[in-house]
DNA sequence: CCTTAGCACTCTCGCGTGGAGAGTGCCAAC
DNA sequence: GTTGGCACTCTCCACGCGAGAGTGCTAAGG
């Protein structure tokens, strides 16, 4: 099989495939040369398109499962498809409207806005959907702020930029006042506001190293606390929805699939190596087949994108399903609500701003 | 068929009926009159025993998938089983050791326990495990905490005696400063700390409507923030862990089957109602099959106990699963780790009262 | 009266067979 | 280059058959 570009085809031969992959995206089943010949787009007999579907297939773009059986688009297929053959369409406007509503809802923080892109992604596809949240590590303080909550036990409360917020138990190695609580929090606050949390442990931790025995209490305390509060562990979340839906497409009749499906979902560190592959660049990145193993495990694809406040990638989001997809739907949806959710995330970053110009 | 009390079984049918659901437990497959008598723990014939299994049959303990097949044991079966029949077995220590490490592992908020909680009960079980956390209403407040994050927004951090955590983002009417944020916070706690978040709700609504009129601002804008603050719709959460291990019984061997219990898994409105029916009354409570209508839908079981702190239950944790289930095991599993969790909850009430005697 | 061996009966399951149908590849004609 | 025709291949399904498993019943024995 020698692969060739894709401006090596002729104009019909792309014509045809195009159907083939239009018409299997629609019945889950391989696709003859005499459907082909009867939709009557080219007027062309059924042993005409054999002629051509031979070349696809020899070409790379297409495998039968059985001689005799109509032909399957491979991933090169899908992948020209995606390239040169699809119009970009727009999301309706009902669907764009439909986003918007949701996302404008209420005055979510930001784990919220994700917890509702992740949903909708999910139900206007009936696909998978995958979030990941940002890794708390890269994200820009807003806020942090101490609670006590019991003897020698604080709640940390740490707010990005972008307004997500986390939470910390962290336990003392002496009982703090809550005044002093208080202090701390407006000292952290007011100092590290604008730098990411990484930046904010570097720095804290010269500045203990150069004052290690001349500092006073509070600051010591300050610097505990802060080094606990701001740890970086805990994320980056992944958020799965829509499974179910999955389990009515034909292609999952065996369970041995399905289980294998439901694994990948539960090993979220490479479902986060995978999507963070797609991180860089701007716009839509689709992963068909054996781009990756996960994909080709399972013959599925992926369609991600990132969304972002400002310049800044904080994460992805996308769509994980059969590389039988409608590329034409889904590739716009995940677009348009990639730059939806940045636009919701900015919105807090702005106000954010605002109120960092106040007096 | 006419059901009979327990005590008008005689010794052997009940030894009979014994083997016959240990049998179909491991195997998944009907049991044979041959097969237990082959287990000569009891020295009787293949013919005896199917005779008693026909009167166990026809007493509603029984059923054969059709003639010439062998017998599975009903719901009627398996309460019988676990109410008289099982001796009720310790959990392992290794179980029991790993379970204390792992919840007694970091200085977590209530929330990350119940997540172990969840985790540990699929873990160990192989099955689906469920847990209920605490409708924020019945929770009773140890702290409110407010943080300026935007201009006019104002994120509300309560915390619960028991430890969680919940945040909600509030648009305010107009910009309130930091120092007055502060105010609030310490004022509210101190004045309700102690109370469920419904009783707060009702009190602030009657000392809103009193004095309506001569409130003074920063009264007003202290009910304002904890009304919106202190709402009780978002909660109850459900976690679900552990789905993608029952995909390997036998039983879930048809997609159809697979694909109504994801969708019973999404359903958490009816998981919750399901459970919260178990929620009163010590122990460990048992639906089997026809018991529930989500139970009988499926051929499932939820083994489920409460946890609690002092006398007050929080919430519900169990596991869902076949019909077909190691009782014997799971039981004490649920019973254990509810005890557990309640204890592990408990620990930190009991640091909250510490800290609520300090001068 | 309970137990047991024996036997006929029933139902499932696996296997092979055979025909229908779908689809292809190739060839010859246009 | 295109098309109709035709032989060939492969899947799928229905059918039948036999083996095996398990039961219910009966009659004999303790």
Redesign the pocket.
Known sequence: MDTRDADRLSP?DREILRDIIVTYVLSA???????VAKQGRL??????I??V??DL?EWGYLV????????VPTPAAYHMFIESMMQARKLPARERRYIEENLASTPADADELIAIASHLLSELSQQVSIVVAPAIGDTVLKAVDFVSVAERKVLCVVVSQAGFVDNRMIETEEEIPRQELTRISNYLTQNFAGHTLRDIRDRLLRQMTEERLQVDNLLARTIELAREGLALDSRPEVLVDGASALLARPELADIQRVRRMFEAFTDKARLVRMLNGCIQGGGVRVLIGDDSDLTSELDFSLVASAYRVGDQPLGTLGIFGPSRMDYQKIIPLVHYLGHALSRALSDKVAGARRIDQLP
Chains 1, 2 share one sequence.
């Open positions: 019909r089943e391989p696709v003859s040369s005499r459907s007027g062309l007999s059924a042993a005409t054999r002629n579907m031979a297939e039968q499962p059985h001689t005799s059986a109509g032909r």
